[in-house]
């Protein structure tokens, strides 16, 4: 699947919710279903900074040249938003990540629904995902 096909099955996922109430709490299912991130990244090194709440990333390089996240939050909601932001850029090749114009966000509503404080964590960890990918991008380049 590609980035914009995920962002079209989230859209499509949240179209038939019209309560916010129920879009949070899928929101936080979402993230109580995301994958532990190791206990050794768990470190200031990877805290995303620009969030209220603490929230680690971790990205690797995989063999065949895609991008794999893994993340944590200690707020459910933030947990949850990270989820949504893996699940659209995972396995993807970091030029696809720098390149994709994250549309979902406002087309579910989020960007509006969220505390200002919330948003600009959203902002923080969207950077910190594109961030890794242009390092890993750089990487390749170089290897080539």
């Known amino acids: 699947m590609t980035i914009d096909q995920r962002q079209d099955r989230i859209i499509e996922d949240f179209e038939g919710i019209d309560d916010w109430m129920d879009r949070y709490a899928m929101i936080i299912d979402l993230g109580n279903a995301l994958p532990p991130i190791e206990?050794?990244?768990?470190?200031?090194?990877?805290?995303?900074?620009?969030?209220?709440?603490?929230?680690?990333?971790?990205?690797?390089?995989?063999p065949d040249g895609k991008v794999r996240y893994t993340a944590d939050s200690d707020a459910i909601i933030v947990k949850g938003i990270i989820a949504l932001l893996i699940d659209v850029l995972?396995?993807?090749?970091?030029?696809?990540?720098?390149?994709?114009?994250?549309?979902?966000?406002?087309?579910?509503?989020?960007?509006?629904?969220?505390?200002?404080?919330?948003?600009?964590?959203?902002?923080?960890?969207?950077r910190q995902m594109k961030m890794y990918a242009v390092a890993f991008q750089a990487q390749l380049d170089a290897e080539n």
């Open 39 to 62: 206990e050794k990244y768990k470190t200031p090194a990877h805290l995303i900074e620009g969030c209220q709440s603490r929230v680690w990333l971790n990205a690797e390089l995989t």
């Open 90 to 126: 995972n396995d993807s090749a970091p030029k696809d990540i720098i390149d994709a114009k994250l549309y979902f966000i406002d087309r579910i509503g989020l960007s509006e629904n969220l505390s200002p404080t919330r948003s600009n964590g959203l902002l923080a960890m969207v």
